[in-house]
T-cell receptor
Framework: GQSLEQPSEVTAVEGAIVQINCTYQ??????LSWYQQHDGGAPTFLSY????GLEETGRFSSFLSRSDSYGYLLLQELQMKDSASYFC??????????FGKGTRLHILP | DTAVSQTPKYLVTQMGNDKSIKCEQN?????MYWYKQDSKKFLKIMFS???????INETVPNRFSPKSPDKAHLNLHINSLELGDSAVYFC????????????FGPGTRLTVL
């Protein structure tokens, strides 16, 4: 079956760096995306990787290794407002977007 | 201007009723989606439409029927509502099937009593 695995919860301190990992097993692969969702809100797009390597967007970076079926989201200079759930998502060979179960990020002051 | 809008935001109804949720996007996108997010926050695709044509129809009970009158609208009608249908339903759109960036609506919280 198709699956995306990511940790259910991660805790970090304000101002620190945190990495959220995602491993995937899908039939076909076009790209790995990351979404942020605050409580009571809608998912919002953060980043996308189709090729191996690191993509940087401000404090957020995303990495992909297609050979390892693995990616991660790196959040730097953590702020309290970064407390949210983070989802990885893969577009498979049928153009279907499959989401991971989400990682709840807790930030301590 | 809201990019992807849904109505209503909250929907509370009795078991057995029929209800609809409306979605509109003003981004000029070709592809629209319906997702269900359960109480454990698991986000699962239900349907996707591309240029008004049904592309993805996941294993969703046939009580759920999407309708796309035009590219900018994708509505979801649910017949004979059940307790297990309680969830947040998100509409989303993307530029096209091959575009991974999805823009989500604010969600509709459906509670079935």
């Amino acid at each position: 079956g198709q699956s995306l695995e990511q940790p259910s919860e991660v805790t970090a301190v304000e101002g620190a760096i945190v990495q959220i990992n995602c491993t995937y097993q899908t039939s076909g692969f076009y790209g790995l995306s990351w979404y942020q969702q605050h409580d009571g809100g809608a998912p919002t797009f953060l980043s996308y990787n189709a090729l191996d390597g690191l993509e940087e967007t401000g404090r957020f970076s995303s990495f992909l290794s297609r050979s390892d079926s693995y990616g991660y989201l790196l959040l730097q200079e953590l702020q309290m407002k970064d407390s949210a759930s983070y989802f990885c998502a893969v577009r498979d060979g049928d153009d279907k977007i499959i989401f991971g179960k989400g990682t709840r990020l807790h930030i301590l002051p | 201007d809201t990019a992807v809008s849904q109505t209503p935001k909250y929907l509370v109804t009795q078991m057995g009723n029929d209800k609809s949720i409306k979605c509109e996007q003003n981004l000029g996108h070709d592809t629209m989606y319906w997702y269900k997010q359960d109480s454990k926050k698991f986000l699962k695709i239900m349907f996707s439409y591309n240029n008004k044509e049904l592309i993805i129809n996941e294993t969703v009970p046939n009580r759920f029927s999407p309708k796309s009158p035009d590219k900018a609208h994708l509505n979801l009608h649910i017949n004979s509502l059940e307790l297990g249908d309680s969830a947040v339903y998100f509409c989303a759109s993307s530029q096209g099937l091959a575009y991974d960036t999805q823009y989500f609506g604010p969600g509709t919280r459906l509670t079935v009593l």
